[in-house]
């Protein structure tokens, strides 16, 4: 009901997904012989990206091959392209029902016979069209065994559902039509406005999928599943690669467990580690979208990974928080947030532009044009208000930034009471109803 309320015609390619990886899983179980269970897995693989390939990306490699020949002196017209709807979610459920296949394979996971169960892990309604992605050991052996009703698992899916929305209606959805503006006119604006646009963009774009996850995950739990969390607090990371430790977690677990280490990890030498990154980051930008800005916005990534990575600073920090041992960070910790979150928010401009020319054009105006105007918002409040409010927004999730989970964690009723109601104030202050509410996130 849920995704066919979408287009329940596209309700068939879920079917089919969850059909075919339901049988591939008990088929690479059923063998012992090491190339007939990789055989199966392939299908499994196969099947899944060609499923994704023709409706996420067809048209894109069409009209690539057009590009390169016409630079060629060729010129041809594109008669092979289609008119393709993007079924929402794809790139979602097609990598949560391959990670059944994997784990198989992997023999970390026997395959269910389960079929309705099976199903239910596929098209789980809260997190199917954004995520996170979920693993069959995580959410199927949830959904298959008996859950008896909590009320505290409850009362924190409730927390977590008004947090997100929080998030999406008062962040994400009012700066939008800023950040719209700003992109849309870049041509038009000076660098302090580029900047701000570009900036506001990563509140923008966090508040949206982050609140989101919160959505899913709170929703989940009102029928007593934990879903994996996926995110946790990435604005406050120190380097690059602690920020993918924090951003869109399922996705980068995703590709650590299924291409990364498949490949080698880091394991196999600096060269081929740098080499294993680079492709990482180049798929995880293409899987985005299809579209150049991704793959250059995924190779920005991979270059500002690389030396973190390169001097052994990949993973101090994973297990830490920023200002961990009190209340105020560091100056060194203010220093590496600032700059981690410069250059995280840099690479939004590829992420957020519409065309390679365009991502460049807005980074030469940043250069070129470096002088001071007050931005005049064409609508909605004073600037004044959304830099209070984001700087409000920061300092709150600073102070909550142990556990993404518990955004209401507060000993005392009357300041708890006192936090709900100015959240919920805030969603009716800042909810307009012209704004395009859909998630940015459903696009991909």
């Not at 990371?237 to 399922?250: D, L, P, T």
């Not at 650590?256 to 995880?284: A, E, Q």
């Not at 700059?339 to 992420?351: A, D, G, K, N």
């Not at 519409?354 to 005049?376: H, L, P, R």
């Amino acid at each position: 009901m849920f995704y066919g309320w979408w287009d329940w015609r596209f309700l068939s390619l879920i079917l089919l997904s969850t059909t075919v990886d339901y049988f591939v899983g008990i088929k690479i179980d059923s063998y012992t012989k090491h190339s007939k269970r990789k055989l199966w897995l392939w299908v499994s693989v196969i099947f899944n990206v060609g499923l994704l390939g023709f409706f996420k990306y067809y048209n894109f490699f069409v009209d690539s091959w057009i590009d390169m020949f016409s630079m060629l002196g060729y010129d041809i017209k594109s008669t092979w392209t289609l008119k393709v709807i993007l079924p929402v979610g794809i790139s979602f459920y097609t990598f949560q029902t391959m990670s059944y296949s994997f784990d198989i394979y992997y023999n970390k996971l026997k395959p269910t016979r389960d079929y309705l169960s099976f199903a239910a892990f596929v098209s789980f309604f809260p997190q199917l069209v954004a995520g996170p992605i979920e693993r069959a050991s995580n959410l199927l052996s949830q959904i298959i065994n008996k859950r008896e009703f909590s009320y505290e698992q409850c009362v924190g899916g409730l927390k977590l559902i008004l947090w997100g929305l929080f998030k999406k209606v008062v962040i994400a959805d009012a700066l939008a039509p800023i950040v719209d503006d700003i992109f849309a006119n870049y041509t038009t604006y000076p660098a302090s406005t580029l900047i701000l646009g570009v900036t506001l963009f990563s509140f923008q774009v966090y508040g949206d999928f982050s609140g989101y996850s919160d959505i899913a995950i709170g929703t989940a739990k009102l029928f007593g599943i934990e879903l994996k969390s996926n995110f946790k607090f990435p604005s406050f990371s120190r380097n690059v690669a602690e920020y993918w430790q924090r951003w869109h977690v399922s996705l980068s677990t995703w590709f650590r467990h299924y291409v990364y280490i498949p490949l080698g990890g880091s394991r196999v030498g600096k060269l081929k580690s740098v080499r294993n990154i680079i492709i990482i980051f180049l798929v995880s930008g293409f899987w985005h979208g299809a579209n150049w800005t991704f793959i250059f916005w995924g190779a920005f990534h991979a270059l500002a990974y690389i030396p973190v990575f390169l001097m052994g600073r990949n993973t101090i920090y994973k297990n830490s928080v920023v200002g961990e041992n009190s209340f105020f960070p560091s100056l060194v910790e203010i220093g590496q947030v600032l700059l981690t979150f410069s250059i995280v928010t840099f690479s939004r401009i590829f992420f957020r532009s519409e065309s390679i020319t365009d991502a460049f054009a807005f980074i030469k105006g940043i250069c070129s044009n470096f002088t001071y105007e007050v931005y005049d918002h064409p609508v909605g409040y004073r600037m004044i208000d959304y830099y209070v409010l984001i700087a409000l927004f920061v300092l709150y999730e600073y102070r909550i930034r142990k556990d993404e989970r518990s955004p209401f964690k507060f000993k005392s009723k009357i300041v708890r009471f006192i936090a709900y109601t100015i959240v919920i104030l805030g969603m009716l202050l800042f909810y307009d109803s012209n704004i395009d509410r859909s998630f940015i996130y459903f696009q991909f």
